[in-house]
């Protein structure tokens, strides 16, 4: 079965630094998409960033300048570089592979992580 394993989140003061990988394994023969969401308490999921196998990236605007994405291909592993983090920036974040084929399949799939917090507070 594919797994989206995250790691890296936690309580940051504002202004901090943190960094989010995600791992996907399994019988995978490669991935199209892979990128991050997130879910502030009681607000709907937003996409943050995304970057593709060809390495075009989509970043939500209001963390330009201040989150990047970056993506190993070789080790199915996706990050989110976080910098200057702000309050508003708590949220739940979900990692998510989309294009996702199995080795032995001509068939596309769409995965998601269990989730992380981030928490940015003084």
């Known amino acids: 079965q594919v797994r989206l394993v995250e790691s890296g989140g936690g309580l940051v003061q504002p202004g901090g630094s943190l960094t989010l990988s995600c791992e996907a394994s399994?019988?995978?023969?490669?991935?199209?998409?892979m990128g991050w969401y997130r879910q502030p308490p009681g607000e709907q999921r937003e996409l943050v960033a995304r970057i593709t196998s060809s390495g075009r990236t989509n970043i939500l605007d209001s963390v330009k300048g201040r989150f990047t994405i970056s993506r190993d291909s070789a080790k199915n592993t996706v990050y989110l570089h976080m910098n200057s983090l702000k309050p508003e920036d708590t949220a739940i974040y979900y990692c998510?592979?989309?294009?996702?084929?199995?080795?032995?399949?001509?068939?596309?799939?769409?995965?998601w992580g269990q989730g992380t917090q981030v928490t940015v507070s003084s």
């Open positions: 998510y592979a989309d294009g996702v084929t199995l080795v032995g399949s001509p068939y596309e799939y769409d995965y």
């Open positions: 399994g019988s995978i023969n490669s991935i199209d998409i």
